[in-house]
């Protein structure tokens, strides 16, 4: 098992610096200049060339990697061009916000996505099942901006009962905290709710035929058990691999809903970087998300094998 | 971010479809009492770079820094000349003596002395494009503790307008010990100054804090635009930085924020049929069309009188602000709401001309041969691009293969620096306080304009024995700017802004106002 997540973790090396060199003949190859916004519409030529200089902008691409890199390697991502702080604190800076958003977004999405998903199983071919998945079908087509905007006009400007936009820090007391969080959290979670719930149903059907199951019904266990303890829990693999994935796509900045609701997250501050090309933001961000992506990815294949012993890993 | 502002109509006017339409209660106006306390939060389009105003162009800038730094003269509401920081000053030739005024504190407590003023405005000179392009050669020497002065190369009409304007690059003044031992060219750390709100945090991308500054020395005329008595009436004023339109719309809607900055056009209608907001707007933006007169076809003038010609300029200016309540089809170089300084009839009576036959016969003049023209322009900002589309038209009707180069800002701000990368762009520069500070006049600003006459007529006007006489130059500047075309001046756009009802004002000169505001919320 520790053998195991050694390995995966040297895996990583290679991967970040394939990642690290794409990212930054990416960013230097796109037109744009970080003294643009740093001094504003109307600097002068000479305005310009002295801060290219202090940014070191003025070095040639390969020595602007080495000079990256280098430090990149033992956890220091740089400083932020436009920023007053490192690439490391911006980004611990912002993953509050949006860790607090991932979680509750995921909350929302499972509360919703499973119970649909298994009471369509159950109800297969029924009147139930089909409005079930017409509505998933429906929240998988529907773009998260778009219902964002329905969220806002209705509850936060028409019914003004939650704040439309902004975000308080959890020291602020966590209904301060929770309120500006629920309508972004709505907008992503019934999002990917409507994957899971499909998925759900989809592997519950599957275990549902199995004979273990045919099995503990005949045997007399009782329906509710059937379901719960049996099929989900043999059903809950596909289920895990799908919350792991649209997980990680929480965790790594909803850039869109981020911008729409003006959460200072990973997210925001992406849009926010490109936008400045803040170069060593931008490198450092995605570094961070490969990161994120590869151990989040680690821990699913870790939590395979807590919830089916048949692919635990020391046994093999 | 555009299909979210075309989704956010679509989602308005389901609403509207649907009956519910906005009729939230309260906000009588006469219910506005002064109360002093509370906060402000007031949402904004965009992060300033740094507080730092000598070492940044930006508007945003310099418009919250002021709460934070004062200058030494300031503008009233008339647009008059007034001082802030000093008693008095008196201006001889090539000089200009401040008398500063005594028990002034600084944000740390230390009063503001000669020895400040002296090192702020001397790094300013040395360090800002304004500073050097007005100051050239110039030093602020002290003379005793409370008395400065300035000493020119040559006498300079425009100086005291150009030291008054806090819109970009403001002539801020900080403690010489923030100063002192840095490289000037370095942005400064600390947010030390004068003014009624102090620093308190920069949350970055999220917002910057300020708290009312107790020790504040207010002067004792009555308030009028950004002279006179300044009183931070709210204990905490929160700029909040909301790139998106449709949320700075939405916010002020639900009453998240108390005012906010840069609204788009296509809310007007929202904004206006809720009663608890009060929407205004000003005259703040020159749409101008730049000809890249280094490189290409438009370093022949005749080739820019065809442009000119061709296009429908009242026309251009409805696509780019819409509604006429938000354009002024202006024909001279200065704003419009400034014609009681400056002002010149020439031209006016041939803003209205265009005629594409006669602009067909002036391309064939220019050797235009049916090469393709590159007109660029971004679409991060509807006003150019949606002006930009207009030109295109005109100008393909008047025989010219023009192809739109559409780019993000970002990408957008570096090419247009490059002579090789397009004929034609559609800017819109922030308005001045005097017209040699006009962008246009720069030769290494966009279109690269250089012109010994133009020269001639900026060194008149700067050098002009009284800020009366340079304004007997503008008619020559005037003229030179419509015979050489260094660019076409479309017109002039206003800046929309909208503040709830519960503030006791909101005034914008160069910026939006927040001394003198309370909030009653």
């Known amino acids: ?316 | 971010m555009r299909l979210i502002k075309y989704a956010m109509l679509l989602c308005a006017m389901l609403f509207a479809l649907v009956g519910c339409s906005s009729d939230s209660a309260g906000g009588d106006s006469a219910a506005k009492k002064e109360k002093k306390g509370g906060e402000l939060r007031v949402a904004v389009p965009s992060e300033p770079p740094t507080l730092d105003t000598h070492l940044n162009t930006t508007t945003i800038s310099s418009n919250i820094a002021r709460n934070i730094f004062e200058t030494l003269l300031a503008f009233n509401s008339n647009g008059e000349i007034q001082p802030m920081l000093v008693e008095s000053y008196k201006e001889d030739g090539n000089t200009i003596e401040f008398k500063l005024r005594q028990g002034v504190k600084f944000h740390n407590g230390e009063e503001m002395k000669a020895k400040d003023v002296v090192a702020s405005m001397n790094r300013w000179i040395n360090v800002s494009s304004s500073g050097k392009e007005t100051f050239k050669g110039a030093t602020f020497k002290e003379i005793d503790e409370y008395t400065v002065l300035l000493e020119m190369a040559e006498p300079t009409s425009t100086a005291t307008l150009v030291l008054a304007y806090s819109g970009g690059e403001a002539p801020t003044i900080m403690p010489a010990s923030v100063l002192e031992g840095k490289d000037p060219k370095q942005k400064i750390g600390e947010y030390i100054g004068t003014g009624p709100f102090q620093f308190k945090e920069w949350k970055q991308n999220q917002q910057i804090h300020l708290t009312k500054f107790n020790d504040y020395s207010s002067r004792e005329e009555p308030g009028s635009g950004l002279a006179g008595k300044r009183e931070a009436l709210v204990d905490d004023l929160y700029i909040l930085f909301v790139p998106d339109s449709s949320t700075r719309v939405a916010g002020i809607l639900s009453g998240e924020y108390d005012a906010a900055m840069e609204l788009p056009i296509d809310s007007v209608d929202q904004l206006r049929g809720n009663k608890d907001i009060e929407l205004k707007s000003v005259p703040r933006e020159l749409l101008l069309l730049y000809f890249n007169k280094k490189e290409g076809l438009f370093t022949n003038k005749v080739a820019r009188e065809a442009v000119d010609t061709a296009i429908n300029k009242e026309d251009v200016l409805k696509a780019a602000f819409v509604n006429p309540d938000f354009y002024k089809t202006n024909h001279h170089v200065m704003l419009a709401n400034q014609e009681s300084q400056w002002y010149s009839d020439t031209g006016k009576d041939k803003y209205h001309f265009h005629d594409t036959e006669l602009a067909k016969k002036l391309f064939a003049e220019a050797g235009y041969k049916g090469e393709e023209i590159r007109l660029m322009t971004s679409r991060d900002y509807d006003h150019m691009y949606n002006a930009s589309i207009v030109v295109q038209e005109q100008l393909k009707k008047a025989g010219i293969n023009v192809k739109l180069e559409v780019y993000d800002w970002p990408t957008f701000s570096e090419r247009r620096n490059d002579p090789s990368a397009f004929d034609i762009t559609i800017i819109t520069n922030k308005g001045k306080v005097e017209p040699t500070s006009l962008v246009w006049t720069r030769s290494d600003y966009v279109g690269w304009t250089e012109s010994e006459e133009l020269n001639g007529i900026t060194t008149k006007i700067r050098q002009a024995p009284s800020l009366d006489d340079a304004r007997g130059y503008y008619d020559e500047l005037q003229a030179w700017f419509l015979d050489f075309r260094p660019a076409i001046k479309m017109g002039d756009g206003d800046m929309l802004f909208a503040g709830r009802k519960t503030l006791s004002q909101l005034e914008d000169v160069d910026g939006l106002i927040f001394w003198n505001v309370s909030n009653s919320k």
């Not at chain 1, 098992?1 to 930054?24: C, E, G, T």
């Not at chain 1, 901006?145 to 019914?159: E, T």
């Not at chain 1, 709505?186 to 899971?196: D, V």
């Not at chain 1, 009782?222 to 649209?246: D, M, W």
Request: with cysteine.
């Open chain 1, 1 to 316: 098992m520790w053998a195991y997540i050694l390995k995966r973790l040297f895996s990583l090396l290679p991967v970040l610096f394939v990642v690290s060199i794409v990212i930054f003949s990416i960013i230097h190859m796109t037109p744009g200049d970080p003294t643009s916004y740093m001094l504003g519409e109307e600097a002068t030529k000479e305005q310009i060339a002295t801060a290219r200089t202090q940014l070191g902008l003025d070095l040639p691409v390969y020595e602007q990697y080495w000079n990256w890199v280098t430090k990149a390697v033992v956890g220091n991502l740089g400083d932020s061009y436009h920023m007053n702080m490192s690439v490391n604190e911006a980004i611990m800076g912002h993953i509050g916000p949006t860790l607090s958003l991932a979680i509750l977004a995921e909350i929302v999405a499972l509360c919703i996505a499973i119970p649909l998903g298994i009471i369509a199983a159950i109800k297969r071919g029924t009147a139930t099942d089909q409005t079930v998945m017409g509505f998933s079908l429906l929240g998988m087509a529907i773009p998260s901006f778009l219902l964002a905007l329905f969220l806002v006009l209705l509850i936060g400007v028409k019914l003004q009962w939650l704040p439309v936009a902004g975000y308080r820090p959890l020291e602020e007391g966590l209904w301060n905290h929770v309120k500006y969080l629920i309508m972004p959290a709505i907008s992503l979670g019934s999002i990917q709710a409507a994957l899971i719930a499909r998925m759900t149903r989809s592997s519950m059907l599957e275990v549902l035929n199995t004979n273990y199951i045919k099995m503990a019904r005949a045997k007399g266990v009782v329906e509710k058990k059937v379901i719960y303890s049996h099929a989900l829990r043999n059903a809950f693999l596909p289920i895990l691999t799908v919350i792991g994935i649209t997980f990680g796509g929480l965790v790594t900045g909803a850039v869109v809903t981020e911008t729409i609701f003006n959460i200072p997250g990973i997210g925001s501050l992406i849009m926010n970087s490109v936008s400045k090309r803040d170069y060593t933001v931008i490198q450092g961000i995605v570094l961070f998300v490969t990161f994120v992506y590869v151990m989040l990815n680690l821990i699913i294949d870790i939590l395979y094998g807590v919830i089916d012993p048949r692919v635990r890993l020391e046994e093999k």
